[in-house]
């Protein structure tokens, strides 16, 4: 008999293969052995050490997450992503970590590349939180594809250390933090540092009637020193890429030359040609500059600069065959934060921050002839015509805390109290024009205009005591005022709207509680409210076409209201192995998703409050050190039963969505990435990802994932080869999706995809 094992099961075998190799080290393991981290192929940094399911840093600087919490924090160091993950984008760094999923459509993607988590699926961007060294990169303006975290402000080469705190289990984070929160930690010298990369990739695609291959290539370049109380780093990046088709051009009436398809929820039509075809270019330069003014006190800035000029093509399978420029992006935004930071030790410790994100210049333009999925090409239309432009100038964030945390028996004592003080500010300008050219045009008649600002500000409180040798508890309270003021609405001739101002007064416990049973076995409970209050966009933003308002804001929308749990038992061998289970549960309410409304021609949604939706799931585990002659081993499977309870909203039919899956959430994942240090100068990393069946939208109808808009399962293989010719330089191959599978989650994912890369560390 013969049998077959699913993807998800070949990564659970993963886990199991732990099993015995961590058994037999526990018999030589004497009981009274301090705890060390575990380390994988490449990890020459310090990385992080888990004791009582709290994480802490030996000898290197601690990101801005909280030191103290019994709850699941997963990470990977910089030198970890270098040796094992072929990493173009900063976002690559997740590939490996437990139940995250980015959904990078190509080297570069600045617009869809957003963040799934346990109970949240991509179109859920506002219920996670990224950060780099403290500063808020996650969009918050609003909640879906078009608004990915600002991964472009981190490359690869800087990052030192990546953390995630899974959960709303900390009382320091707003209730955006109810899937997850991912912190980047970049570099800061010791001494002079020099850091040169080039890189390229290519990508063969074969969909429908294309078949082309698209190149791209990347160079980055880093500095870096101390002198005194001095420290700085410049990088400077430069990302040249081609993207695969995106969108495609699709009727229910036979075309000659149009490739026969099915639609998503298994109806025939044919596909006539692409869309949407990006050729992306990006420049990147962050500033980072400290000064020391005492020994635990620490004066920093950061700037940074990220452009993007993206052109998208079309190209038409039918007769007359035409193809060019359908749409132009063109983006400058200006980042920069400020901080000052005591860090003794002892019995207080405080920081003060504040930061800015400014859309210098964020235009798109595009013709308005046709659908908006694919405008139907005509040659006029390729030299100009009418159009219109989408202008966020004048968008952005800004963000201001004040925090500290207190010993009350100093260092080593029993109670550790974090407190602090927060206000998040967003601010929203669109302005849509109608342009008579819009090759060359920038601005014309003003169609529609969506204004808005939101504001939460924040106090919170948590203390992390230990009150028993192998106990601790974690109680936190997170208190916030939420404002909506400002908004507007103009659509078409007529008068701007102005909507009355809102707010809204909310409280959020947090509780955890860790016990260690025996040497490195810990039992963690942790439970938190979130509230993810409505994004500006949400609130006030439409999206005008040439046929309507393909989108309606609403103003009146309620916040998410969150609870999430989770139990989990982990068990740490030293140099061995590190394994964990744990079990959640999320129980939202009035969650936010956008909804066709019923009976109206052309199809427009609205964001509406999804009243009940409930996730149940299990979440393995494991990494595993020198599992055979220098093979390290991570891996991990998760279930996760979410399910649409209630939902009153805008639906075609009464209880046609209820019982059915949450969107986007599929029930089984999984992940595992082997990495052989064959000598002292290779390493041959190999990594595999799995997604089961999964639906894009609320009623399930969508049960054809294998076609364009649709939402597919995949199972993918990743392989990487990295030489080591001296102590500075190092080359490595890689080869992306290396089984060459075929997936969509609406657009379609890249196909297999080769890279190669030249490094220079001095």
Known sequence: ??????????????????????????????????????????????????????VTVTGGRRGSLPSQIPTTIEGITGAQVQASINATDSEDALKYLPSLLVRKRYAGDYNHAVLSTRASGTGNSARSLVYADGILLS?????????????????????????????????????????????????????????????????????YNTDTTYNGWQASTSLGDRSGGWSWWVNVNRLDSEGQPLVFDTTATPTAGAVPDTDKTGKPWVVRGTGT???????????????????????????????????GRSEQYVAPVLGGVTNRDGLAHLMQ???????????????????????????SRKPTAGSTQQPALTQALLD???????????????????????????????????????????????????????????????????????????????????????????????????????????????????????????????????????????????????????????????????????????????????????????????????????????????????QPLPNVTPATNSVQNVDHIRTTGLEAAAQCENVWRGVDLQGSVTYADSTIVANSGYVSTPGDTVGKWQPRVPRWRASALAAWRVDERWTVSYGARYSGRQYGSLDNSDTNGFTYMGTSKYFTTDLRVRFAIDRQWHVAVGIDNLNNYQYWNFHPYPQRTYSAELRYDL
């Open 384 to 594: 100009g015509g009418n159009g219109s432009a989408t202008d966020l100038h004048g968008t952005g964030w800004n963000t201001l805390s004040a925090r500290g945390t207190w010993r009350p028996g100093g260092e080593g004592s029993a109670h550790v109290v974090d407190a602090g003080v927060q206000q998040d500010s967003f601010r929203l300008r669109t302005t849509v024009y109608g342009l008579t050219d819009w090759n060359d045009q920038e601005s014309g008649t003003v169609n529609s205009r969506f204004d808005g600002n939101t504001r939460l500000r924040s106090v919170f409180g948590q203390d992390a005591w230990r009150f028993a040798d192998g106990w601790m508890a974690v109680l936190g309270l997170r208190g916030e005022r939420w404002q909506a003021y400002d908004g507007l609405t103009q659509t078409g001739a007529f008068t701007p709207y102005a909507h009355p101002q809102r707010s809204e007064t909310a409280w959020s416990p947090k509780a955890a509680l860790s016990h260690e049973l025996r040497e490195g076995w810990v039992l963690k409970a942790s439970a938190g409210r979130a509230l993810r209050f409505p994004t500006v966009s949400e609130l006030y933003q439409g999206a005008a076409t040439s046929s309507g308002i393909s989108n309606i804001a609403n103003p009146d929308l309620r916040p998410e209201r969150s609870w999430t749990s989770e139990l989990s038992s982990e068990w740490t061998l030293p140099d061995v192995a590190t394994l964990r289970l744990t079990l959640f549960h999320e129980d939202t309410h009035d969650a936010l998703y956008s």
């Open 1 to 54: 008999m013969t049998y077959r094992f699913t993807p998800a099961a070949r990564a659970a075998l993963v886990l199991l293969a732990c099993l015995p190799i961590a058994a037999r080290a526990e018999e030589d393991t004497a009981a009274d052995k301090p705890a060390e981290p575990i380390r994988v192929a490449g990890d020459d940094a310090n990385p992080p050490v888990k004791h009582l399911g709290v």
């Open 139 to 207: 969009n918050l303006l609003g909640n879906g594809a078009s608004f990915a975290p600002r991964w472009g402000l981190v490359t690869p080469e800087e990052i030192e250390r990546v953390d995630v705190l899974y959960g709303p289990f900390s009382a320091a984070y707003p209730g955006n933090s109810a899937g997850a929160v991912v912190d980047y930690l970049t570099r800061m010298p010791s001494k002079f540092e020099a850091h040169a990369v080039v890189g390229a990739f290519s990508q063969p695609f074969q969909l």
């Open 277 to 311: 075809q990006y050729r992306t270019v990006q420049d990147h330069l962050k500033l980072k500059l400290a000064y020391d003014l005492a020994s635990d006190l620490r004066a920093s800035y950061t700037a940074g600069w990220w452009r993007n000029d993206a052109v």
């Open 337 to 363: 934060a400020l901080s000052l930071k005591q860090n003794a030790g002892g019995a207080f410790d405080w920081e003060l921050a504040a930061s800015v994100y400014d859309y210098r210049r964020d235009l």
